[in-house]
């Protein structure tokens, strides 16, 4: 009877999936509402050449004249499409995976029950620095001093910015920025939207969490990979660590334990500014584990990948998290094994059953942090 409960709670899942929702727009600003965004997947490459890639998942729900997407860069961008497998992939191969310890006879797993269906210038001071097609989109790169005269030109060519949006705007033209501008092609439709790639100068990833409040859900979760020769760090945000002693068996999550609310405890330690390391190691442990064109590439074009998941609610996007890279930080396995653990603490039966407690600690506050 141990061996078959065990089997089922393999059955049930031990990979923590988290399932992004389609009514979303890629964690930035639509022109219908603002959408709501309830979660972003990015990659972040650090090149050689000192530039950063980020390919950037767009979710989106609504007509096609409708969508446009803008986002902040530090310079002008070579901009292409990759395709949402690849997102996919890179989730299946580095989401945290829980082996428990068997499940005694004092532990009740309930029957699972079915998923909820519910669950150049051009007026002003506005210059256009570049325009082009990438896949189903045609796009515009503009910069201006002013974001009066550049909020102007985003609603005469069709982008609605709300008032709320204004402000964040100027946080980003008065930090010298450029805004990548993009919109469907007349003869494209909603089901040709794929994933945003932006090529541009910088050394350390950044994530335009400011501007991405005015669409965001309370509690947004936010999955970076950033591929480099190092492991990749937060900077201005909390790195703190959920230990293996603090996890509980906890059937109505997906993936069997009470980890996202351990997430949760500890990233409201930092009001919402941290980020757990979910895996960091070689690529090499992983570049024949794939089938994915893209992820096969990123794997063998670069040493190691970092993968970081924050959670985090609209008020506490006061600022944007910045990476860099670290050359003695430990690897990360994605790997949990918790079979030595004491079943009984584990499964919370025979008196066991409490609540963990997080405590904050200030040697996980890079500096900086305020």
């Known amino acids: 009877m141990r061996h078959l409960r065990v089997g089922m709670l393999m059955l049930m899942g031990t990979l923590l999936v988290l399932a992004v929702p389609v009514a979303a727009c890629g964690g930035l600003f639509c022109q219908n509402i603002p959408v709501d965004q309830q979660a972003e997947r990015i990659i972040f490459t650090v090149n050689d050449d000192s530039t950063i890639t980020a390919y950037v998942q767009i979710n989106y729900t609504g007509e096609a004249p409708d969508f ?43 029957m699972p029950m079915a998923a909820s269906a519910e669950d150049g210038a051009v007026g002003g001071s506005v210059e256009v620095l570049a325009s082009g097609t990438a896949g189903p989109y045609a796009y515009d790169v503009i910069t201006s001093p002013d974001p009066t005269e550049l909020v102007i030109w985003l609603r005469t060519n069709d982008y609605r910015i709300t008032e709320q949006m204004e402000p964040l705007i100027k ?100 009001q919402g500014r941290a980020f757990i390391t979910e895996y960091a190691a070689p690529t090499s442990a992983l570049v024949n584990a794939t089938s994915d064109p893209l992820v096969q590439k ?3 074009d670069y040493g190691y990948v970092t993968r970081v998941f924050g959670r985090i609610s609209p008020e506490e996007m006061l600022s944007d998290p910045e990476f860099k890279m670290s050359d003695d930080a430990p690897d990360v396995s994605n790997i949990r094994d918790l079979s030595g653990m004491d079943t009984k603490t584990f499964w919370s039966c025979e008196g066991t ?9 200030p040697n996980v506050v890079p500096p900086g942090f305020r």
């Open 68 to 110: 446009s997407w803008v986002v902040p860069v530090p310079s002008v961008p070579a901009v292409d499409v990759a395709e949402i497998a690849t997102f996919d992939e890179l989730s299946l191969l580095t989401s945290p995976v829980f082996i428990p310890p068997l499940m005694p006879d004092c532990a009740m797993i309930p």
């Open 171 to 270: 946080l980003y033209t008065d930090e010298g920025m450029v805004f990548l501008a993009m919109k469907l092609q007349p003869e494209q439709g909603v089901q040709d939207i794929q994933p945003i790639t932006m090529t541009y100068e910088g050394t350390e990833p950044m994530i335009p969490l400011r501007l991405t409040a005015v669409a965001a859900n309370p509690n947004m979760s936010i999955i970076t990979w950033i591929f480099g020769d190092t492991q990749a760090l937060p900077t201005n945000y909390a790195h703190p660590v959920i230990e293996n002693d603090d996890l509980r068996y906890n059937f109505g999550s997906s993936d069997g334990t009470n980890y996202l609310q351990l997430v949760d405890q500890t990233v409201d330690l930092y």
């Open 298 to 300: 990123l794997f063998t």
């Open 353 to 361: 059953n409490q609540d963990i407690v997080v405590e904050y600690d």
